[in-house]
């Protein structure tokens, strides 16, 4: 399976920003999908995940109330729509995908996005 994420950006704080990813070459709804992000000279965290079906929903404390993670099954795309943003969401996003929990990733990773937000 191939992820293809888009929609990073240059934001100023308190902006919104869509990321997205569509995904290729497998079974969509066999895959719980999410989100993880890289700060320069930080390890990677986790976002935000959705079940299969999309009816569960995690987030991480850092962004939870700001963001939203949602999927289309007929279009093969999840998606993370990020308002209020902050300098410290400044990160390369990556969209992953898992067939079971716990949410690893353990089956595809996305190239990344970068999202850069000012001050």
């Known amino acids: 399976v191939q992820l293809q994420a888009s929609g990073g950006g240059l934001v100023q704080a308190g902006g919104s920003l869509r990321l997205s990813c569509v995904v290729s070459?497998?079974?969509?709804?066999?895959?719980?999908m999410g989100w993880f992000r890289q700060a320069p000279g930080e390890e990677r965290e986790f976002v935000a995940r959705?079940?299969?079906?999309?009816?569960?929903?995690r987030y991480a404390d850092s962004v939870k109330g700001r963001f939203t993670i949602s999927r289309d099954n007929a279009k093969n795309t999840v998606t993370l729509q990020m308002n209020s943003l902050k300098p410290e969401d400044t990160a390369i996003y990556y969209c992953?995908?898992?067939?079971?929990?716990?949410?690893?990733?353990?089956?595809?990773w996305g190239q990344g996005t970068l999202v850069t937000v000012s001050s």
């Open positions: 992953a995908a898992d067939k079971d929990y716990p949410f690893k990733g353990n089956d595809a």
């Open positions: 959705i079940s299969w079906a999309g009816r569960v929903t």
């Open positions: 070459g497998g079974t969509f709804t066999n895959y719980i």
